[in-house]
């Protein structure tokens, strides 16, 4: 059983960073998708960045283009979401989210099976 763990949220003003880390365990291959989503209450959870677990692909919501970075360790099975200039629209529960296999809607929620149970990100003006 795939399992994720996120952490580093936390609250901080426009402008900071913080760097979320989503730590995996269990059957993953080399080629299994990680991606970030994020939920703010009343609305649909939405997709942030995507990175094959094997390769250099990303894949940005425009909201975060050039702001947000998705990385890997493979090593320590970790995958990382550096977030920079932050914003108050930023504030949502982060998700860390897994797939068996890549799918070419990777930005929808369905794509994939495995979740993490989330981490707050809190952004003040």
């Known amino acids: 059983q795939v399992q994720l763990v996120e952490s580093g949220g936390g609250s901080v003003q426009a402008g900071d960073s913080l760097r979320l880390s989503c730590a995996a365990s269990?059957?993953?291959?080399?080629?299994?998708?990680i991606a970030w989503f994020r939920q703010t209450p009343g609305k649909e959870r939405e997709f942030v960045a995507f990175?094959?677990?094997?390769?250099?692909?990303?894949y940005y919501a425009d909201s975060v283009k050039g702001r947000f970075t998705i990385s890997r360790d493979n090593a320590k099975n970790t995958v990382y979401l550096q977030m920079n200039s932050l914003k108050p629209e930023d504030t949502a529960v982060y998700y860390c989210?897994?797939?068996?296999?890549?799918?070419?809607?990777?930005?929808?929620?369905?794509?994939?099976?495995?979740w993490g149970q989330g981490t707050q990100v809190t952004v003040s003006s």
């Open positions: 990175i094959r677990w094997s390769s250099d692909i990303t």
């Open positions: 269990g059957p993953l291959s080399s080629t299994n998708p």
């Open positions: 989210a897994a797939s068996q296999s890549y799918s070419s809607r990777y930005f929808a929620q369905s794509a994939y099976e495995y």
